[in-house]
């Protein structure tokens, strides 16, 4: 039994992943709140504005789902706190943020990943799965799921906030060490649209819990 959270930019197939590793995990799935989400809209409309408001918003979403997941041994995410910063802080070197703003972010979200082993059963999910995708993919996605305040016609600036974005996951994933990881390649295996490499991404994840069961080092750890 595993909690598994995921990890990816905007349009990397986190949700549709989600959905499948539930299933096949007989798990309990959690999402991230988009579609009921008052603050997104604002922030698209004035994102110098709302960048603070948005990321709080989903900072207080994603410590409560994490909390909720960790409690129990079989849940899946479809988005991780621990890349929460690096959403805020893409927002901040765009100067949608102050200084104090980042500061008292960055004080807001130490104080909760210190807390979190003390508000859950375990000390860290047993698996981060990052969805990495190419930006033109990203983009073709992004476009595909048709949400207007997403789109670059409706703001031509979003072209090189997705595009920096995108580019900030490699570091990410890099630097990552909260649990074991593992990388998909959502260009090479388009588990969105085809079912073969939707099987073969599953048999990956799987192969890789499988991995983290037997792993001493996560064992003494939990």
Do not use: C
Not at 163 to 184: A, V
């Amino acid at each position: 039994m595993s909690v598994i959270v995921l990890a990816g930019t905007i349009g990397a197939g986190k949700s549709s992943l989600t959905a499948m590793l539930a299933e096949h995990l007989k798990s309990e799935a959690y999402y991230e709140s988009v579609e009921d989400n008052e603050v997104l809209p604002l922030f698209y409309k004035d994102p110098n504005k709302y960048a603070f408001l948005l990321q709080i918003y989903f900072l207080n979403k994603r410590f409560e789902s994490i909390k909720k997941a960790l409690q129990n041994e079989n849940n899946v995410l479809d988005r991780s706190i621990y890349e929460d910063s690096l959403l805020f802080h893409l927002n901040a070197d765009l100067g949608r943020a102050t200084d104090t703003e980042v500061r008292v972010y960055d004080e807001l979200l130490s104080n909760m990943l210190e807390e979190l082993p003390h508000a859950a059963h375990k000390k860290h999910p047993d698996l981060l799965v990052h969805i990495r995708v190419s930006f033109p993919t990203m983009l073709e996605r992004i476009e595909k799921r048709g949400r207007d305040f997403e789109q670059i016609a409706y703001d031509p600036s979003l072209y090189d906030y997705y595009k920096e974005l995108n580019h900030r996951y490699d570091q990410w994933y890099e630097d990552y060490n909260e649990s074991p990881k593992i990388q998909i390649d959502g260009d090479a295996l388009n588990f969105v649209e085809d079912l073969d490499a939707a099987k073969e991404v599953l048999r990956i994840i799987e192969e890789k819990i499988e991995e983290v069961r037997q792993s001493p080092v996560l064992t003494a750890a939990e």
